[in-house]
Each structure stands twice: as structure tokens, then as C-alpha cells.
């Protein structure tokens, strides 16, 4: 397990920067609940890049992939990120704002797909190293209610992948950059 730890550590530094551009990239196109159609197609590009396959549901505005470990007995764990922008205006001059008039990501969305998409890269890369399955659910729709978790699950995705567990992230400016809150069972569960 430390040997993955140094790995996971190590990738993370040398990725750092193809992190940002992503989350750059996401950030300047970002879509309403719903809408997500862009956002998903260039998640499975990016994906593909990495090789790995990934397919689409709610409307092909949801993206999952499976990777398989050194074995694929055991657990399936699922890391999700939420890709719906707000219907706010950015006003910002950065070279990265948002193009689209009334839409950004306010809340953080890009930087979870990025994060996302970059565990996924190194994951891939190192599945020597661990064991079972890891469940890459990229979920549209956090913003609204019923959100895009609750189609997910209806739609099967928890039995069809036989997921055992899940974690997501969000980004929170009450947390000290470097520093994770958790806590057991449902928080934030749109």
C-alpha cells in the first residue's frame, strides 16, 4: 500500500500542471443541469486518451468507466465527481473564464472532474498495484433536484456495476487548503 501512496504522490506532482489545464479547460464551457452534453463528450475523449472506455447514460450527459485492478475479484469502489455548472455570470478576466453568457463554475465542478480525470489517468497506469474495481462516475445534474445521483441509481447504476462503496469530493473554502474533512455515510448526496 505505501508503495502506491508514493506512486499515487508522485504522479499527482508530475500531472499537477495537466490538472489545471483541465480544470481550465472545463471551466471555460461550463453547462446547466441537464445540458451537460459538451462537458461529457470531452470527458470521454479525455478518457480515451487515457485508455480507457467509458460510456454514457441520462441522455449522454453522464459519463462512467470501469477500471479493473491486477485482480478483478473483490470490491467495486465508485469515485464520483458532479459536473453541472450555476446560472451565475462570471466576472473575471482570466484567460479561462467562462464563454458562456450566465453560466460558470462557481462551485467547483471543474476542479472535480479534473481531479477526477487525473486519478483515473494514474489509477490506469498503476493497476498493478491494487486490486478489484474502481467505478468512475462523472454525474450531471448536482445543481437540481431530483439530481443526477438519484437517476444514476434508478437507472442501476449501483447494482449494474455491483458497487460496494462510494466517495466523492467537494471543494470547501471552510477547509484549510491541504487538509480533507470527512464524515460516515450521506453528506451532500445530490
Known amino acids: 500500500m505505501n508503495d502506491l501512496m508514493e506512486i499515487l504522490k508522485t504522479c499527482s506532482s508530475e500531472y499537477f500542471l495537466d490538472t489545471i489545464r483541465l480544470r ?40 462512467v468507466a470501469i477500471l479493473e485492478g491486477q485482480e478483478n475479484t473483490g470490491k467495486t469502489l465508485a469515485l464520483r465527481a458532479d459536473t453541472d455548472a450555476l446560472p451565475i455570470e462570471e466576472q473575471s478576466d482570466k484567460t479561462y473564464a467562462s464563454t458562456n453568457k450566465g453560466i460558470m463554475h462557481a462551485c467547483g465542478h471543474d476542479a472535480h472532474i479534473a ?61 484549510d487548503t491541504g487538509k480533507i474533512g470527512i464524515k460516515a455515510g450521506e453528506f451532500m448526496a445530490s
Open 24 to 63: 481550465r479547460q472545463i471551466h471555460q464551457y461550463p453547462e446547466l443541469s441537464g445540458h451537460e452534453h459538451i462537458t461529457a463528450r470531452y470527458i470521454c475523449s479525455t478518457l480515451k486518451s487515457y485508455g480507457i472506455p467509458s460510456h454514457l447514460y441520462l441522455n449522454e450527459t453522464a459519463v
Open 115 to 175: 481531479s477526477l480525470l487525473t486519478v483515473a489517468r494514474i489509477l490506469n497506469q498503476h493497476k498493478n498495484k491494487w486490486k478489484g474495481k474502481i467505478a468512475l462516475i462523472f454525474q450531471p445534474s448536482e445543481e437540481e433536484y431530483p439530481g443526477g445521483a438519484i437517476r444514476l441509481i434508478k437507472e442501476g447504476i449501483l447494482t449494474n456495476y455491483q458497487i460496494d462503496a462510494a466517495l466523492a469530493l467537494h471543494v470547501s473554502p471552510e477547509i
